[in-house]
């Protein structure tokens, strides 16, 4: 066996066998700064295998669809594609070796220099299917935390995602490069004498890891004080799939200028924006997207932002009803929402893009989607139905909305101010000391304004 007295920053150069898929991750505990990707500015030729299990619901091609999408998301480029229909799974390489063989055949007569299987694979099954294609494997999990890494812009997004990474990288470390099992030598009360190069990494890794950690349950610790404060609004939420049209659509309702480029996983943080001045200070925040199979790392990492859907007074259930999936994505919102503790939470479908529609669903069937929720059927484009949902959003918040009687006198600026920005006023009739005002509004609103109404002026 073969001792090496390397020091850790040469360990951390080891040529890795994935051509720089994980470099950037290494930088990451070595220099603590945000990562670039290594690649070239084309990105990578992938050859895209999209695994459907006997028995699994949903349409094939449509699932292949979705992954060639998050594949030019991550900004490569598709060379080749294919549907494996999975019957039992090998587990050594998923599909057995002799179909990945020929799958790497096939992937390497198009040119692909990486293989993107659309399923989650173990560590040894990812080595097991570079080993027989002779290509870097890809799966599920790497392309969707790629994506978000790519869209990650704040500096809570750009902790998420990396610690969900770190967290992916952990258990496949022995596999990322060459001679990481090859020993090195160290002093008493250093680093540990015998300590190998994939043991090294591991330690920073985990270094690396606690530090993020830290850093977001600080972050967490301020949104659990954001929350706090908004309890005393109306909260209207949008879910839904991603791609559905949710932020086009948050646009159009607050003129709130977010991006709402048509690529997955475009939003990753929660915004928020007043939908109006009046009516109790109605509150609607924009979510990250939901997909099908979406990996528990990024759940767990994201655990905060999606937090805010829990905590909604109203859910804004955007569907893209013009996707041949629609039914499939209806299906996996409504799981995440009962995995978050929100399926009791009122909601409004809106099914979304029906400018795209050839011929318009019935209200039967929209009935039928909906499971008993109110609906609409809409395109974001369209300011009238935009106007129309905004005022029917309001209208269902109202309806929990209290009316009263309140003296205001002249001195009390700030009540009077308080009145025409947080409550509707239905009357105002101005007398020699004041004013006495019917206004509408949330019954906590409504009680600290005849509250602050009543106070001494000194």
Not at 84 to 102: N, W
Not at 208 to 214: E, G, K, T
């Given at each position: 066996m073969k001792f090496h007295s390397k020091s850790i920053d040469e360990h951390a150069e080891v040529p890795l066998a994935d051509a720089g898929r994980f470099e950037e991750l290494v930088s990451r505990w070595t220099r603590r700064e945000a990562p670039q990707r290594a690649r070239a500015e084309d990105g990578n030729s992938c050859y895209v295998v999209s695994v459907h299990r006997s028995g699994d619901a949903g349409n094939p091609r449509a699932q292949l669809a979705e992954i060639t999408g998050l594949v030019d998301a991550q900004g490569d480029r598709v060379v080749g594609e294919e549907v494996?229909?999975?019957?039992?799974?090998?587990?050594?390489?998923?599909?057995?070796?002799?179909?990945?063989?020929?799958i790497g055949a096939e992937a390497t007569d198009r040119g692909a220099d990486m293989l993107v299987v659309d399923a989650e694979l173990s560590p040894s099954q990812t080595r097991n299917l570079e080993d027989a294609t002779g290509l870097p494997v890809c799966d599920r999990e790497a392309v969707i935390l790629n994506v978000f890494e790519r869209h990650a812009t704040t500096r809570r997004a750009r902790i998420q995602v990396e610690i969900a990474h770190l967290e992916y990288l952990r258990p496949r470390i022995r596999g990322i490069g060459l001679n990481m099992d090859q020993q090195a030598g160290g002093v008493m009360g250093g680093r540990g004498p015998g300590e190998t190069a994939s043991e090294l990494l591991a330690r920073r890794l985990d270094g690396?890891?606690?530090?993020?950690?830290?850093q977001l349950l600080g972050l967490k610790r301020?949104?659990?004080a954001q929350r706090k404060h908004r309890k005393k609004c109306s909260r209207v939420t949008l879910v839904g799939y991603t791609n559905a049209g949710k932020t086009s659509l948050m646009n159009a309702l607050t003129s709130a200028g977010l991006s709402a480029r048509?690529?997955?996983f475009e939003t990753l943080d929660t915004t928020s924006r007043c939908l109006t001045r009046h009516g109790g200070d109605v509150l609607i925040s924009d979510t990250v997207g939901f997909i099908r199979r979406l990996p528990e790392r990024l759940f767990a990492s994201f655990e905060s932002t999606l937090a805010e859907v829990a905590e909604a007074s109203l859910l804004l259930l955007v569907v893209d009803a013009s996707d041949s999936e629609l039914v499939e994505h209806l299906r996996t919102t409504d799981g995440v929402l009962d995995r978050l503790g929100a399926a009791g939470i009122p909601r409004v479908v809106v099914f979304n893009k029906t400018d795209r529609l050839t011929e318009r669903l019935s209200d039967e069937e929209l009935s039928g989607l909906c499971a008993g929720h109110d609906y609409v059927a809409l395109s974001s484009r369209d300011p009238d139905a935009v106007l129309a949902l905004r005022e029917r959003l309001l209208d269902l918040v109202r309806a929990e909305h209290v009316v009263r009687e309140v003296f205001v006198r002249y001195e009390l600026t700030d009540v009077t101010r308080s009145i025409h920005s947080r409550c509707r006023v239905q009357k105002a009739v101005a007398s020699r000391l004041g004013t006495q005002f019917v206004i509408e509004g949330e019954p906590h609103v409504v009680d600290e304004i005849v509250r602050a109404s009543r106070r001494k002026i000194r």
């Open positions: 494996h229909e999975l019957v039992r799974p090998d587990p050594r390489t998923l599909i057995r070796s002799g179909v990945a063989e020929r690396r890891l606690a530090d993020l950690r830290r301020s949104d659990a048509d690529r997955p």
